[in-house]
């Protein structure tokens, strides 16, 4: 046995250097303490465990027998040094796939699925190498979702009489005609929906997803029947701010429904019984210091209909729990933009369950009940004899309805990869909705951050002149009132660190925003200080990218407190309490998901690196309601990133089938 000080050394070396963070070397060490260690596990072992931190749930052994730097945004040669290490250890790689899964398979390290199990850390899943956590969640959603599917279509066979009772419902609830003569895929997710235990329902900004669900709840009460009064609906979202936004989409558009449809189904009474949008980790019921949930298998939610929005945000680790806590009846609906940066976390759910979205194939029992039920026929194009079960239940909305104009057209020609359309959108836009600041300066970010840009709104100036005004006489109007005017401007950059990222830039905009005399800094905690929370503190109620804003302590001269939206009413955490936060004048585009800004400003830094890529182009752009602007010191950056897609290796398609 030797005691591997080469690749040691070199793991140390490349930790320092910020290529490795510190756990995979920890977790290297721990798997060498478990027995015989040849190099080809350890390197295994760093590696799977650093491709974990960048969210990924496995490491493909192809890659690792070729080379993973690209997934690592690794370009200095550390592979090569990884195994120049291992060979000094006498240690020859595999030279394949094949010869990686040999290696591996003969570790007592390693669980190889089928044989076995003696519960050890690493599991090896055909052409996959997992972190034991990892596979069970993986496994967990992959056999979930398949008989959540499969139960679906067997359910489908509705009777003509429910068939045409869905019709008649959808003809009501849908009255707007569809603008660009294709099919209403809004009510084909609606009728799909009600085909089966699982319904997905993806689409851009603005496509509706919130209309539409809002009318298939109203179409689950109608065909609920004598039971409606006792159909118990949850709803949820991985954040606070977007399960608030969730709630209040589906209360007016219930409520606009009551209006138009009188006494014919009690509406406002469900939205009433629904009671507020939850976060997954209050419904799950989260509890300190611990991964496990209130709400298992074994203590299934209590719950007919649950609805997820922000389905895109949902790791691995949390759907695992969601669908292993839902009961076996229940319906799930998952809402969500597949095309959307992936969650911060290891996984990539929805954009795994929604691969073949864009093009439906939809079976011919589909279609035909599509037809019956909606009255809408489904092009050829998205028809396909054998499409499996999954994709009977996904329905993708096409058309936007708030985001057809300049920002829209950007959204789309990023999402397609077509970096010359995309540029031609930035540059061509006489209206004022799109600004490109190219080869930028720090200063045209600080500029923007302090008064925005002509026509767009005030930037910081904004909420920080009516914190200096004053509460008047009615301190929580005021609160909410700076809060909002906090929202209507945001900066987003792509990375954390550098004069380009999150942290340069923040404390850039403090520096400014103290010189202007908008804010006084003193110390870390001052007046108009914004702060994201980075972690869960189930102690003071504030949870992981929940944003907040400091201001006097009303009853306390002298002291700050931290004020939190929550839904339409406001709440405060002495600011000395919250202990994982950041000042949050600039945040990465990664916790920007969910929510949606007046003005949204995008920061790209000067040079390409791995997480600069499509996705989060497209995530950031899709962040600005009304003005975008985009700063990029060097323009060839944005071609670069949107040429790049994030893959985030998984086995779940595979599993899955789709
Ligand atoms: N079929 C329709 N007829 C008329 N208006 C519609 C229709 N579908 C959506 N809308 C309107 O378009 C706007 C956007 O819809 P909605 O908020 O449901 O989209 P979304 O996909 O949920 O957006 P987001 O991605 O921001 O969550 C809303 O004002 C909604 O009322």
């Not at 085909?195 to 209309?211: E, M, Q, S």
């Not at 609920?224 to 006792?230: I, K, L, Q, S, V």
């Not at 001269?557 to 000395?576: C, Y």
């Not at 994982?580 to 920007?592: D, L, Q």
Request: with cysteine.
């Amino acid at each position: 046995m030797t005691d591997h000080t080469a690749l040691f050394e070199t793991i140390g070396a490349l930790t320092e250097n910020g290529k490795l963070r510190r756990l995979a070397g920890a977790f290297a060490r721990f798997v060498a303490t478990l027995g015989n260690t040849p190099p080809p596990l350890l390197l295994a072992s760093v590696l799977l465990s650093e491709l974990e931190g960048r969210g990924h749930s496995c490491l493909v052994l192809a890659d690792l027998a070729g080379d993973p730097s690209p997934q690592l945004g690794w370009l200095d040669g550390e592979w090569a040094a990884l195994r120049a290490a291992a060979a000094r250890e006498g240690a020859a790689l595999p030279k394949n796939a094949n010869g990686w899964r040999k290696a591996l398979h003969d570790c007592e390290q390693v669980w190889s699925v089928g044989t076995f199990d003696f519960n050890q850390p690493l599991v090896l899943d055909g052409e996959r190498l997992y972190l034991r956590r990892y596979w069970r969640d993986e496994a967990t959603v992959a056999a979930s979702v398949r008989s959540r599917a499969q139960a679906g279509t067997e359910a489908g066979a509705s009777t003509a009489a429910d068939t045409g009772a869905i019709r008649g419902w959808l003809d009501k609830l849908f009255h707007h005609p569809v603008r660009d003569g294709g099919p209403d895929w809004q009510k084909i997710a609606c009728a799909a929906a009600l085909r089966g235990r699982l319904a997905i329902i993806t689409g851009g900004p603005g496509t509706g997803k919130t209309y539409t669900v809002a009318r298939l709840l109203a179409l689950l009460l109608a065909m609920a029947g004598d039971e409606a009064h006792g159909l118990r609906i949850a709803l949820a979202a991985p954040t606070g701010k977007a399960a608030a936004r969730l709630k209040q989409s589906i209360d007016s558009a219930l409520d606009e429904l009551a209006g138009r449809l009188g006494s014919a189904l009690p509406l406002r009474e469900l939205a009433a019984r629904m009671g507020a949008a939850r976060t997954l980790h209050s419904l799950l019921g989260a509890r300190p210091d611990t991964r496990s949930f209130a709400y298992n298998a074994g203590n299934p939610l209590e719950v007919d209909v649950l609805i997820v929005d922000e389905a895109s945000m949902v790791h691995l680790e949390m759907m695992a729990a969601l669908l292993a806590a839902l009961p076996p009846h229940a319906r799930l609906i998952l809402l969500g933009d597949k095309d959307q940066l992936a969650s911060v976390e290891a996984g990539a759910v929805l954009g795994d369950l929604c691969a073949q979205a864009e093009s439906g194939n939809y079976d011919g029992a589909t279609c035909d009940y599509v037809l019956a039920a909606a009255g809408e026929t489904i092009p050829a194009a998205f028809r396909e004899r054998d499409g499996g079960p999954l994709a009977q239940r996904i329905v993708m909305l096409r058309q936007s309805r708030r985001f057809g104009g300049p920002i829209g057209q950007l959204a789309m020609a990023v999402n397609r990869g077509d970096s010359d359309a995309a540029r031609d959108v930035l540059r061509g836009d006489s209206g004022g909705r799109l600004r490109w600041i190219e080869g930028a300066r720090p200063g045209d970010v600080l500029a923007l951050a302090l008064q925005g840009r002509p026509g767009t709104g005030a930037g910081y100036r904004d909420y920080l002149e009516r914190i200096q005004a004053g509460p008047g006489d009615d301190h929580e109007a005021w609160v909410r009132d700076v809060l909002k005017r906090f929202e209507q401007f945001r900066l987003l950059c792509a990375v954390r660190v550098g004069e380009w990222g999150v942290a340069g830039l923040n404390e850039a905009i403090e520096q400014k925003l103290d010189s202007a005399r908008l804010i006084r800094r003193r110390g870390e905690w001052y007046v108009g200080r914004p702060v994201m929370v980075t972690r869960n503190d189930y102690a003071t109620g504030v949870y992981n990218g929940d944003i907040g804003l400091t201001l006097p302590d009303p009853l306390r001269p002298g002291s700050l407190r931290v004020w939190f939206s929550d839904g339409e009413a406001v709440r405060s955490v002495l600011a000395t309490r919250l202990r994982n936060v950041e000042t949050a004048f600039a945040m990465t585009v990664h916790k920007s998901q969910g929510s949606e800004f007046t003005h949204t400003v995008m920061v790209l830094p000067p040079q390409a690196n791995a997480v600069l890529a499509r996705e989060l182009v497209y995530t950031g752009i899709t962040r600005a309601r009304e003005f975008f602007t985009l700063v990029s010191p060097n323009a060839a950056v944005l071609a670069e990133a949107i040429g790049e897609r994030t893959q985030r290796a998984s086995g779940l398609r595979e599993a899955l089938g789709t």
